[in-house]
Every structure is written in structure tokens, then in C-alpha cells.
């Protein structure tokens, strides 16, 4: 298909704007559903990044040693793609899930509960201000509240000594420099990926 291009022996592809599975579909092979067994929850590492703050902007997520995806956007800010990738790794992937993300505007939401006071406020925020990126915030709350227990966040330092969260910040930019998401069942060789990306973690609305 013109525009693709592979990324890992066959496993991944860049597509255009985004890639693979629809959110809420699971790979065969996933390991659901294995009678009498309850699997443990899955880390999974999420990034964004954003080339100028609004500007090209991409997504990623990765689980340690399995699945990844990327995708991207034209025109958007940092925070919208944190929480881009947030939402679309627990949209896609199944069972508990360990959120672990350098942005502490997601994983604060959730450790400190901004999200109750919005819901009471009618999503708006403590200065009474409609809450930004609600089009993203709205389902991914409504995802953590659906199935008690499911969904857990932790932060992480952004580029500091944890070789996932460097892989999901390289997706992310790749994503928004090339404006093509991807996705694969392992993660790609490093020496395909670009650079570290520079923009404070979280930054910009």
C-alpha cells in the first residue's frame, strides 16, 4: 500500500495518521482467557510529543518485551498526546493494566482524583473553567471507573535512566515527525528510531 514502509522484519508498519487494530480489539495469541488462570497486570508505557506546542504531534505505547503502537496528528498540542496514547493503549489492550507515563497531568488526575471534581463540576474545572481536552479525558475516565481495579498509573522521570519509557518518547517523535503511526509485536531495532524528543513532559494544553 503507498505510504507504508516497514519498520521490523515484517512485524510493523508505518501507516499514515495512525496504525492497526481498532481500539477495543486484542490480538489473537494475547493469552485471554486461559481457564483457571488470572494473569498479573500488564505494564504498558505511554508517551506524546509535539513539534511546537500546538504543532505536528505524535503518540506511542509499549508493552516491555511485546506489543507497540504509534500514531499522529497534524495539528494538536503535548498533553492531548499524552493522553492520546493513554487512552488508546487501554482501549486496545485487555485485562489489568499498569499505566506508566512521564506526564504527570495524566497520572496525577487519577492519584489525586481531579476527575471526581470535574464529573460534580459538570466537567469543569476548580476556577469553573471548562476542563480542556475533555474529548480525551471523558472517555479514559469513564474507562477507569467502568471496571474498578482495572486500571492503575505510575509516573516516571521523562528521559532518565528507564530504557521503555526512552522507547515510547522515540515512537512518539518518529510518529510526529513522519506523520505515520505503527505498530508491531515486539519493539523495533533502537538504530530506526529517531531522537529523544526535547519538549517538557506534559507541556502545553
Same mark, same amino acid.
Given at each position: 500500500?503507498?505510504? @507504508? =514502509?516497514?519498520?521490523?522484519? #515484517?512485524?510493523? +508498519?508505518?501507516?499514515?495518521?495512525?496504525? *492497526?487494530?481498532?481500539?477495543?480489539?486484542?490480538?489473537?495469541?494475547?493469552?485471554?482467557?486461559? =481457564?483457571?488462570?488470572?494473569?498479573?497486570?500488564?505494564?504498558?508505557?505511554?508517551?506524546?510529543?509535539?513539534?511546537?506546542?500546538?504543532?505536528?504531534?505524535?503518540?506511542?505505547?509499549?508493552?516491555? %518485551? %511485546?506489543?507497540?503502537?504509534? *500514531? $499522529?496528528?497534524?495539528?494538536?498540542?503535548?498533553?492531548?498526546?499524552? !493522553?492520546?496514547?493513554?487512552?488508546?493503549?487501554?482501549?486496545?489492550?485487555? *485485562? @489489568?493494566? @499498569?499505566?506508566? /507515563?512521564? /506526564?504527570?497531568?495524566?497520572?496525577?488526575?487519577?492519584?489525586?482524583?481531579?476527575?471526581?471534581?470535574?464529573? =460534580?463540576?459538570?466537567?469543569?474545572?476548580?476556577?469553573?473553567?471548562?476542563?480542556?481536552?475533555?474529548?480525551?479525558?471523558?472517555? !479514559?475516565?469513564?474507562?477507569?471507573?467502568? /471496571?474498578? #481495579?482495572?486500571?492503575?498509573?505510575?509516573?516516571?522521570? %521523562?528521559? *532518565?535512566?528507564?530504557?521503555?519509557?526512552?522507547?515510547?518518547? +522515540?515512537?512518539?517523535?518518529?510518529?510526529?515527525?513522519?506523520?505515520? %503511526?505503527?505498530?508491531?509485536? /515486539?519493539?523495533?531495532?533502537? @538504530?530506526?528510531?529517531?531522537?529523544?524528543?526535547? $519538549?517538557?513532559?506534559?507541556?502545553?494544553?
Amino acid at each position: 500500500m503507498p505510504g @507504508e =514502509a516497514s519498520l521490523h522484519a #515484517g512485524k510493523a +508498519r508505518l501507516v499514515p495518521g495512525g496504525a *492497526g487494530l481498532l481500539p477495543g480489539e486484542v490480538e489473537p495469541g494475547s493469552g485471554i482467557g486461559h =481457564a483457571g488462570r488470572v494473569p498479573a497486570a500488564t505494564t504498558v508505557y505511554t508517551d506524546g510529543a509535539c513539534l511546537g506546542n500546538p504543532g505536528p504531534g505524535g503518540w506511542a505505547w509499549a508493552v516491555p %518485551g %511485546g506489543r507497540w503502537r504509534s *500514531g $499522529a496528528e497534524a495539528r494538536t498540542t503535548n498533553q492531548r498526546m499524552e !493522553l492520546r496514547a493513554v487512552l488508546d493503549a487501554v482501549s486496545t489492550l485487555p *485485562g @489489568e493494566l @499498569e499505566v506508566v /507515563s512521564d /506526564s504527570r497531568y495524566v497520572v496525577n488526575c487519577f492519584r489525586d482524583r481531579w476527575w471526581v471534581g470535574w464529573l =460534580a463540576r459538570g466537567w469543569r474545572g476548580s476556577g469553573r473553567q471548562p476542563v480542556a481536552n475533555r474529548d480525551l479525558w471523558e472517555p !479514559l475516565v469513564e474507562e477507569y471507573r467502568s /471496571s474498578p #481495579g482495572r486500571l492503575s498509573f505510575r509516573w516516571v522521570k %521523562g528521559h *532518565g535512566a528507564d530504557p521503555y519509557n526512552d522507547l515510547v518518547d +522515540r515512537l512518539a517523535v518518529q510518529a510526529a515527525t513522519t506523520q505515520r %503511526g505503527g505498530q508491531g509485536g /515486539s519493539p523495533p531495532p533502537a @538504530e530506526l528510531l529517531g531522537p529523544l524528543g526535547t $519538549a517538557e513532559p506534559g507541556a502545553g494544553t
